[in-house]
Nanobody
């Protein structure tokens, strides 16, 4: 059974940094494509960053976080990370880790394909 557990959220001032972690069980991060989504109050869930599993390793970041967020995996620990720098109030949201099996396309930003989800961790950016 695929399970994802997020941690590392919290309250941070604008301009600050946070590192989110996602512990994965039931699969290996080398065989799965993983992503981070977020859902702000009153808004729908949006894909933020993703990285394709396997030798491809292609990454994608949505425009609003490109240059500020970095996604990475640690196959030895079966973990996924989201390093968030230069945080803004509009980054406030619940952040979710998600995963899907690696496929031939090598694409990771087909957000509708993700079927395995964690329960989320709250990130609040406020002075």
């Amino acid at each position: 059974e695929v399970q994802l557990v997020e941690s590392g959220g919290g309250l941070v001032q604008p301009g600050g940094s946070l590192r989110l972690s996602c512990a994965a069980t039931g699969f290996t991060t080398d065989d799965y494509t993983v992503a981070w989504f977020r859902q702000a109050p009153g808004k729908g869930r949006e894909g933020v960053s993703c990285v394709a599993g396997g030798p491809n390793g292609r990454q994608y970041h949505t425009n609003s976080v490109r240059g500020r967020f970095t996604i990475s995996t640690d196959n030895a620990k079966n973990a996924v990370y989201l390093q968030m720098n230069s945080l803004k109030p509009e980054d406030t949201a619940i952040y979710y880790c998600a995963a899907k099996p690696v496929d031939a396309s090598g694409l990771c930003a087909l957000w509708y394909e993700y079927k395995n989800w964690g329960k989320g961790t709250q990130v609040t950016v406020s002075a």
